[in-house]
C-alpha cells in the first residue's frame, strides 16, 4: 500500500541520501573525513509530516530558527527519539532563554553580550552547560545579527570567562546574492585562529563550498524537505 505517508517518507529518504553522497564526494575531493561533516535538517516552517519522514529515514540532527515554533514542532517527539539532536540556528530574544534550554541542545546564535550573560546567569543557576557557537556578522551586514569579525576575539573572551559559555564554534550566513566562499574561508581563519573545532556554515545551495573551507556543520533545510510552507 503506498500512502501519501510513504511517499513522503520515500522522497526525503531520498533527499538525504542524495546530500549524503554530495557530502561524501566533497569530502574525498577536498582530502576531508565525511565523519567530521554533520548534516543539520533544518525542519522551519516544514510540517509535521515532513519532519515525521525525516525521522522514519532514520535522520537525528535537526535546526529550527525560532524558538516557539522549535517546541511546537519537537516537544512532544523529542523524548521518543533519545539521540535526536536539536540545534537553534536564530536569533535567541533573552526572554526565551528557558523555553530554549528546555528544547534545543547547542545554541549557534550566541550574538551579543547581553545574551551571554543571561545565558550564563540561566545556565549557572540550572547547574548546566550548553555548547555554544558564536554567531559571526561576516559580510559586517547592518540589518543581520551576529559578531563583526574584529570585535570577536573580545567577545570570545568575554563569553568564556565572564559567562561560562563552553563555545565550541563559529556560524555565519553571509550576504545573499554575493560568492560565498569569500566569506566560508574568512570563517574558517577565524575558528583556526581562536582554536575553535566547529564551524556551521553553508545551506543547501552552497554547501559544498562550505565543506572544501572547513565546515564541520552544513545546514540544509529545502534540500532535504522541499519548499517551505508560506
Ligand atoms: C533556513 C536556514 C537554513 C536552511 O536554508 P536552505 O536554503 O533551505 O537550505 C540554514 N541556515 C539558517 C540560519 C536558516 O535560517
Keep these: 500500500m503506498t500512502s501519501k505517508k510513504n511517499r513522503m517518507t520515500a522522497l526525503i529518504k531520498e533527499n538525504l541520501s542524495q546530500i549524503h553522497k554530495q557530502i561524501e564526494k566533497s569530502a574525498i575531493e577536498w582530502g576531508r573525513d565525511s565523519n567530521d561533516i554533520n548534516l543539520i535538517a533544518v525542519s522551519k ?5 515532513r519532519i515525521q519522514g525525516a525521522l522514519d529515514a ?8 525560532k524558538v516557539q515554533e522549535a517546541l511546537e514542532h519537537w516537544e512532544d517527539i523529542k523524548p521518543l527519539y533519545p539521540d535526536l539532536k536539536l540545534h537553534l540556528i536564530g536569533s535567541l530574544q533573552t526572554n526565551k532563554i528557558k523555553d530554549a534550554l528546555r528544547i534545543f541542545d547547542l545554541i549557534e546564535t550566541v550574538d551579543r553580550e547581553k545574551l551571554a550573560r543571561k545565558l550564563g546567569d540561566e545556565l549557572k543557576s540550572q547547574n548546566r552547560t550548553i ?3 558564536i554567531q559571526v556578522n561576516i559580510g559586517e551586514e547592518e540589518q543581520k545579527s ?6 570577536l576575539p573580545d567577545f570570545l ?3 568564556r570567562h565572564e559567562c561560562a559559555l563552553d563555545i ?3 556560524m555565519c550566513i553571509p550576504p545573499a546574492d554575493e560568492p560565498t566562499a569569500l566569506y566560508f574561508s574568512l570563517l574558517m581563519k577565524m575558528a583556526d585562529m581562536h582554536n575553535l573545532p566547529e ?3 553553508g545551506m543547501s545551495s ?3 563550498s562550505a565543506i572544501s573551507l572547513g565546515a564541520t556543520y552544513i545546514r540544509v533545510g529545502t534540500g532535504i524537505f522541499g519548499k517551505r510552507e508560506n
Design 45 to 49: 516552517r516544514q510540517s509535521p509530516e
Design 58 to 65: 532514520g535522520h537525528r540532527l535537526f535546526g529550527e530558527n
Design 131 to 133: 555548547p555554544c557557537f
Design 146 to 151: 551576529g559578531i563583526v569579525p574584529n570585535e
Design 157 to 159: 573572551e568575554f563569553c
Design 168 to 170: 565550541k564554534g563559529l
Design 199 to 201: 564551524l556551521s556554515m
Design 206 to 208: 552552497d554547501f559544498e
